[in-house]
């Protein structure tokens, strides 16, 4: 050990020998360039994500188009339809406007959800924009806080305690 090494034992048979001058020199060059490449994952990936929130809003957008109007032509249909089988007393054609009229429930429903998907890939958009993105960071807050609202209503109808009895 002339040339201040030290030894570090892993198994019985297996030694391996650091110097101590070089390891620290080589240690932070190294460390440059690992945190240089992670930076570039990092860029890669908001790019890779910022392309497909935008690809994504595109489709959803074209959704949403087709969704409103099939809603407006079922709901129309079923009120026309429905009024026209009253009037004439046809119970079967009641039924399947009532049956379209569900149908535009269930195309609205559908439209609103894609719109909050929408709103929500626009923040991500933004925040990328801004550097702020944190890739699945919405998705860890929202559970964290359902996890708290649930918390405290199972602490208040327990009276507060935090003991179970």
């Known amino acids: 050990m002339a ?3 030290e030894e570090i034992f892993f198994a019985p048979a297996t ?3 650091f110097p101590q001058k070089k390891f620290s020199v080589e240690s932070k060059t190294m460390d440059i360039s690992v945190s240089d490449q992670i930076q570039k994952i990092f860029d890669t990936n908001k790019v890779s994500d910022l392309q497909k929130f ?6 959803i957008n074209t959704a949403n188009t087709l969704l409103m109007y099939g809603f407006h032509v079922c709901q129309s249909s079923g009120i026309l339809l429905t009024t026209i089988a009253t009037g004439y007393q046809y ?3 009641i039924w399947v406007g009532v049956g379209l009229n569900v149908l535009s429930s269930i195309l609205l429903a559908f439209e609103k959800i894609n719109t909050s998907v929408s709103t929500n890939l626009m923040k991500n958009i933004v925040a990328i924009k801004d550097g702020t993105y944190v890739d699945e960071g919405t998705i860890v807050s929202e559970i964290g806080k359902n996890e708290k609202k649930s918390n405290d209503s199972t602490n208040s109808t327990q009276g507060g305690s935090d003991t179970n009895v």
Do not use: K, S
């Not at 935008?54 to 489709?59: C, K």
């Open 15 to 17: 030694t391996i020998n």
């Open 91 to 93: 119970q079967e054609l």
């Open 54 to 59: 935008v690809n994504q809003r595109a489709r």
């Open 3 to 5: 040339d201040e090494e």
